[in-house]
């Protein structure tokens, strides 16, 4: 189970705008740690989707934006579209565990109807 | 243009050893903190293992420390992961991935490798 969590899945039509939640706690969003946030398609490697909380790198459209507020940050994505179809992953840096402290959300399945 | 070019996966029995490689180019390979995250069928994302630019500083998450070992040559600009008593539930997709940022909770992965499959099976 990971300490950031996301719902299992999200749907929505084309062109409406959904969110995926992120929720942490004390140790790692709630410490000031940045939310970043990753689109993982079959057969593909991850792509970052939005860096510190609410940048988007080159090239991604600003149909994707990030938010942050005390312990829980959301991903938005606006104008849905097809190929928007994928795994979504918040990943923060948590202060509190043994092993690595960067950690993933467990993944949000996105399905566009 | 960055680019991690990734060799090694295949097919190991339990107990067994595998070696992963990722190739770095575009950037000086040197100054930046590097990481293994696997996918395995039906998870999500994990974090494996990271090294810091010079390769003193090391972690690993729990599920593998004490198996799986990371390093990397920086006169090659390459990135290793050495797997020994692998596990049915090592078997997964394996990343490398470049680490960007300022300080510890700022750190994302900007780029990453193609992906290496790696199964675990007898």
């Known amino acids: 189970q990971s300490v950031l969590a996301q719902p299992p899945s999200v749907s929505g039509a084309p062109g409406q705008r959904i969110t995926i939640s992120c929720t942490g706690s004390t140790s790692n969003i709630g410490a000031g740690s940045d939310i970043h946030w990753y689109q993982h398609l079959p057969q593909t490697a991850p792509k970052l989707l939005i860096y510190g909380n609410n940048n988007r790198p080159s090239g991604v459209p600003d149909r994707f934006s990030g938010s942050k507020s005390g312990t829980s940050a959301s991903l938005a994505i606006t104008g849905l579209q097809a190929d928007d179809e994928a795994d979504y992953y918040c990943q923060s840096y948590d202060n509190g565990l043994s092993g690595s402290p960067w950690v993933f959300g467990g993944g949000t399945k996105l399905t566009v109807l | 243009e960055v680019q991690l070019l990734q060799s090694g996966g295949d097919l190991a029995q339990p107990g067994g050893s595998l070696r992963l490689s990722c190739a770095a180019s575009g950037f000086t390979f040197s100054d930046f903190a590097m990481t293994w995250v696997r996918r395995a069928p039906g998870k999500g994302l994990e974090c494996v293992s990271s090294?810091?630019?010079?390769?003193?500083?090391?972690f690993y998450a729990d599920s593998v420390k004490g198996r799986f070992t990371i390093s990397r040559d920086n006169s090659k600009n390459t990135l290793y992961l050495r797997m020994d008593s692998l596990r049915v539930e090592d078997a997964a997709i394996y990343y490398c991935a470049k680490l960007q940022g300022a300080t510890y909770p700022t750190y994302h992965f900007d780029y990453w490798g193609q992906g290496s499959l790696v199964t675990v099976s007898s």
């Open positions: 090294i810091n630019g010079p390769g003193d500083t090391i």
